[in-house]
Every structure is written in C-alpha cells, then in structure tokens.
C-alpha cells in the first residue's frame, strides 16, 4: 500500500521529523516541529497524514499503556519501554519472544497474530536527581513528582470530571457544553492535561480521560 501512496510535500516534511527524533513523537509534539517548517500546517492536518502513511505502512502507530498516540519510523519488528515520570520512550529487542504463548483455553477464541511487550520504569534522566540526594531527600523529590502532576486547577478538574462522565471521546465543544467553561479555556486545559499524561487523544481532535486523569480524580 505505501507504494500506492502519493508522498506529498507535508507528509515528506513529517515523515523527516518522525525519522530526526529518538523518542517516538506524539502527533501535538510533531507538530510542533513541523509548523517550523509549514507555517500554515494545521494539527489537523498533521493528524490526518500520520493516520494516512500509519495505514500506508510507512510509520507505526504505537498506543503506550493507553497514552497518547506515538509514531516510530522503524517499521522491523521490536518492543518499547517508556519512563512513568517523563513519558520517554525507547526501543527494546527481545529475541525470545516469539516462544511466548498462551495456555490453553486462555485465547478466548482469539486467532492470535502476534505478541507485545511493554516494559516501564523511571529512565537515566528523571533517574538522576533521585539518586544524588540522600534517602529521606530522595523519598521527598519523588513524592513531590509524582504529586505534582496530579496538581489540578478548579477548571482542569471540570474538564477531567466531565471526561470521566463521557462514555466515548469528546470534542472541546462537548466538554465545553458540560461545563462552565468555553471552548477555547477547554482547548487550553486540554493541552495542560495532556502533558500531565491525564488526558489523551484517541480520536482526531476527540479526547478521552486516561488511567492517571481517573485516579487524580479519586
């Protein structure tokens, strides 16, 4: 299919950006990078081509522990590992595991085309200061880490709790519709909350609460 795809000036410039970066961008950060370039690129567009060469076959798509959407222009078969504090992701090869299989009885009736594995940790960088402080320092620094992205202001807490509400992704109208807020302080709450990993875009403009935006909730 990537043979039949017409490789258009937009999609040259973000197939480029994807294969410049080392830590599978996310559509918004790619975007970022690209509009340097195409000043009147819009994220939807950017949107639409990384799903047009994704089905092509020329990128993949990766879905990491349910947060957002995340490209990789390596197309050979390999495995990820992400960091929980900074979102970093990296490439793994696990050599043995195509040995891997089910029980029997535990397919569901499922005709199994392949396996993933996803391994999870803290990377070298958000490693570092932790592990220069002393131990009552170093319990400190990662509560107030991890603390600190669960932070929620009065109007982050309204679109959360309306996302929570929803049972399908919502658009910024929709959210805004729900709450006391209008569509452009949604669009800019939505932006806050997913670079706090509490909120996701599974859908082209459509967003949807994550596993961390349900416990900042709780």
């Known amino acids: 299919m990537n043979k039949l795809l017409r490789m258009t000036h937009q999609r040259e410039v973000i197939l480029d950006e994807i294969k410049k970066s080392t830590t599978h961008p996310t559509a918004d950060e790619l975007y970022e990078k690209v509009k340097k370039k195409l000043p009147r690129i819009s994220l939807a567009t950017v949107y639409r081509n990384l799903e047009i060469m994704s089905e092509a076959g020329l990128i993949n798509k990766l879905e990491i522990s349910g947060r957002q959407k995340r490209f990789d222009w390596n197309l050979i078969q390999h495995d990820h590992?992400?960091?929980v504090q900074c979102h970093r992701v990296d490439n793994i090869?696990?050599?043995?595991?195509?040995?891997?299989?089910?029980?029997?009885?535990e397919g569901h009736g499922y005709k199994i085309s392949g396996c993933r594995v996803e391994f999870y940790g803290v990377c070298p960088t958000c490693a570092a200061p932790l592990n220069n402080k002393k131990k009552g320092e170093k319990k400190k620094?990662?509560?107030?880490?991890?603390?600190g992205t669960k932070e929620l202001s009065d109007k982050q807490r309204e679109v959360l709790q309306a996302l929570a509400k929803s049972k399908e992704a919502c658009g910024s109208k929709d959210?805004?519709?729900?709450?006391?807020?209008?569509?452009?302080?949604v669009s800019c709450q939505i932006t806050a909350l997913k670079k706090k990993g509490l909120v996701e875009s599974p859908?082209?403009?459509?967003?949807?609460?994550?596993?961390?935006?349900?416990?900042?909730?709780?």
Do not use: F, N
């Open 81 to 83: 590992i992400y960091c």
């Open 93 to 105: 090869e696990l050599t043995d595991k195509k040995e891997v299989t089910l029980p029997p009885g």
């Open 141 to 147: 620094m990662a509560c107030k880490s991890k603390c």
């Open 175 to 185: 959210i805004a519709a729900a709450t006391s807020l209008d569509s452009k302080q």
């Open 203 to 218: 859908v082209r403009c459509k967003y949807s609460i994550t596993h961390d935006g349900q416990s900042a909730l709780s």
